[in-house]
């Protein structure tokens, strides 16, 4: 069943508002077997709304169409839509009465703007919104379904939830899409689709792979289609236990999962603690660790070491090793790692210092070099990288590869 959603909003297209509705939408579709073969953003533009839905209903089988139904003058989607399924609107009185109840809820009056908001086109089927005030409408023209949904996220996904989704399954032929996500770092895009080329061009006709980077990280993602949903879990179960094989050191985790959570688990697991002392990531180990509910149970504390006074006074990196090789170097960087293990008392600490940029770099030490220390009971490791030259994506990078780092040092030592 091809799907094709079509966002309706000036606030889309002009970057004020995120598109999270369309991506939600089209995961909710895929999870129950739906096939998205096209995002279409337009604007509230009686046009542009006609020549959408025509050209939709020419290659798909469902379009989902979301905003432009609010109260004010902008809202004219209800309007094309009269237009386009040759339509008048009549008033309808459930969804009028959920108008009532909500504004009565409230202790607010009902206005004759939002009286109006319970007229619908009399050839759809309405959807009653249980969130809002405007209703959701379904029509179906020459084997085509569409649907009209509000823009506000919690109205649009109780009807997709509750309404959308168990329709359309009815009219499925059956076909069931899996999607599974193998979680990498180490490698960049390029050279990981070089160590599993093998692998992915021997993908069954009915599985495909697809690359989805970002910064310090490569998420596979592996979709399968099939009719029996239990089989098509085990193959794609199976070809996933393949790259495992092929890649053990890159994979950090599955599905949705973050380092951060992985490292937690690890941490929590084992009963043992961590501290951080960051220099150039200011803090942000430290955020990402206690972003995870419980982390208490592992994390003691971090240091700040922005400046080397504090390095000193804090830490214990002696003067002389910040004199003779600096901040961004691999005799301050342990020393950092170790003074802030000894002074949290625990098992583990990460330590960072860089060059984040944009400005700062030399020639011996361009932006973006930074060296990361990670001290555990018995082992000492400093490894030196080189990032990048934006000062965001090198924070979030080292972040990220500190915290692998960590990873891979408790799992060896099993």
């Known amino acids: 069943m091809k799907t094709e959603i079509i966002s309706i909003g000036d606030e889309l297209l002009i970057g004020q508002v995120v598109n999270t509705n369309a991506s939600w939408i089209a995961e909710q579709l895929n999870i129950a077997g739906i096939e998205v073969i096209r995002i279409n953003t337009i604007a509230d533009i009686r046009e542009e709304i006609l020549k959408a839905l025509q050209e939709a209903s020419g290659r798909a089988e469902v379009v989902l169409i979301t905003g432009g139904l609010g109260p004010t003058r902008d809202d004219i989607t209800k309007n094309t839509l009269c237009e386009y399924f040759d339509s008048r609107l009549v008033f309808h009185a459930p969804s009028f009465a959920y108008v009532k109840k909500l504004f009565g809820d409230r202790g ?83 050279f990981l689709s070089e160590l599993i080329s093998d692998w992915e061009n021997n993908l069954p006709v009915n599985m495909k792979l697809a690359y989805l980077p970002q910064p310090g990280i490569v998420r596979l993602r592996l979709s399968g289609s099939g009719r029996d949903r ?77 400046s080397n006074q504090i390095k000193t006074s804090i830490l214990d990196v002696k003067e002389d090793t910040l004199a003779a090789h600096g901040a961004v170097s691999e005799q301050t960087v342990t020393g950092m790692a170790l003074g802030v293990r000894k002074k949290f008392n625990t098992d583990f600490a990460i330590a960072v210092s860089g060059v984040a940029g944009p400005d700062g770099g030399t020639d011996q030490k361009p932006v973006g070099t930074t060296w990361i220390a990670v001290a555990g009971p018995d082992v000492l490791i ?24 960590l990873r891979l040092m408790m799992i060896n030592d099993k």
């Open 382 to 405: 400093a490894e030196k990288h080189l990032f990048g030259k934006d000062r965001q994506r090198n924070i979030r990078i080292a972040a990220i590869t500190a915290l692998n780092k």
């Open 108 to 190: 607010l009056p009902v206005r004759e703007v939002n009286r109006k908001q319970a007229e619908v086109p009399h050839n759809c089927i309405p959807i009653v919104n249980e969130n809002g005030t405007a209703p959701g409408m379904w029509f179906e023209k020459e084997g085509t379904v569409f649907v009209s949904m509000p823009g506000v996220p919690f109205e649009m996904k109780a009807m997709i939830s509750n309404y959308v989704i168990p329709e359309l399954s009815k009219k499925i032929n059956g076909l069931q899409i899996i999607h599974k996500k193998v979680l990498t770092h180490g490698v960049g895009e390029s």
């Open 230 to 306: 239990a089989k098509l879990n085990i193959e794609m179960d199976e070809k996933i236990k393949e790259l495992q094989n092929i890649i053990p050191e890159l994979i950090f985790g599955y599905g949705e999962k973050t380092m951060e959570e992985v490292v937690g688990e690890l941490l929590k697991n084992s009963g043992m603690t961590l501290s951080t002392a960051e220099s150039c990531t200011g803090g942000y180990i430290a955020h990402l660790i206690t972003s995870i509910a419980g982390s208490s149970a592992y994390f003691k504390g971090s240091v700040v070491a922005y």
